[in-house]
């Protein structure tokens, strides 16, 4: 039986984020970080797009413009005027080495594909053979949050891993009522103006961003 083209082109995209998120996680410039960000969250709203497209989902499409306007132009703008606001300039550091990380990233995927397997099969609609994908998106976040020192990365790996939680809601159940997807964009905003206002208590405390510096708390 021929795949339909949209499922074929719903698998490329997932594909390319699969391929941003392993690039986000050997990414040592943060503002090359936050511009794959733009891009993975371009890929989700054209995916999205495409899903509403090829299942009559006319929800989809406001979540497909709401990804749009909040992750490919209103976050990366923000970000983009804190590191400036903040004078950032340096490399992103990592806790262990960008291979090791890399090979702890592949293990992640072999592990969510054998996850996904079972739940795919429970799943309904044309994209349910995209939970794996998903996962190993979700986890590959949760390892970049858990190997960054620097508060910046870590906050980009956060937004990084709401993405993989959208896409992987997509997947499985062709996405969420809108207004649960409305309260989430908000919680996510409301959170990266919180962030930004961390940031800079942790710049005037410590002068720098390194969370490293935040262990010095529990010797006081």
């Known amino acids: 039986m021929q795949i339909p083209y949209t499922l074929q082109f719903i698998n490329l995209l997932a594909a390319l984020l699969l391929l941003i998120a392993f690039a986000m996680l050997a990414q040592r410039r943060i503002l090359s970080l936050i511009n794959l960000f733009a891009w993975q969250g371009a890929l989700l709203a054209l995916s999205t797009f495409i899903v509403a497209y090829s299942t009559n989902q006319h929800h989809l499409y406001y979540s497909a413009g709401l990804t749009l306007l909040l992750k490919v132009i209103l ?3 923000l970000l983009h005027r804190l ?28 592990f969510s594909f054998n996850l996904a397997a079972p739940i795919s ?5 044309i994209t349910r053979g995209l939970i794996g994908i998903a996962l ?12 960054r020192r620097k508060a910046v990365s870590q906050v980009v790996a956060f937004l ?17 009522p809108l207004v649960v997807e409305l309260g989430i964009a908000l919680d996510v905003l409301v959170a990266t103006f919180i962030f930004g206002v961390f940031f800079f208590q942790i710049r005037e405390t410590f002068d720098s961003l390194d ?3 935040m262990e010095k708390l529990k010797d006081d």
Do not use: K
């Open 160 to 176: 990084s891993l709401e993405n993989g939680l959208f896409f992987a809601a997509t997947s499985a159940t062709q996405g969420m």
């Open 121 to 125: 099969q429970l799943a309904e609609g």
């Open 75 to 77: 976050l990366p703008y």
């Open 83 to 110: 590191i400036h606001r903040l004078n950032v300039r340096w490399d992103v550091e990592t806790l262990i080495n960008i291979p090791t990380t890399m090979l702890v990233g592949i293990a992640l995927v072999i």
């Open 136 to 147: 190993a998106c979700v986890l590959l976040s949760l390892l970049m949050m858990l190997t």
């Open 211 to 213: 969370i490293t510096h």
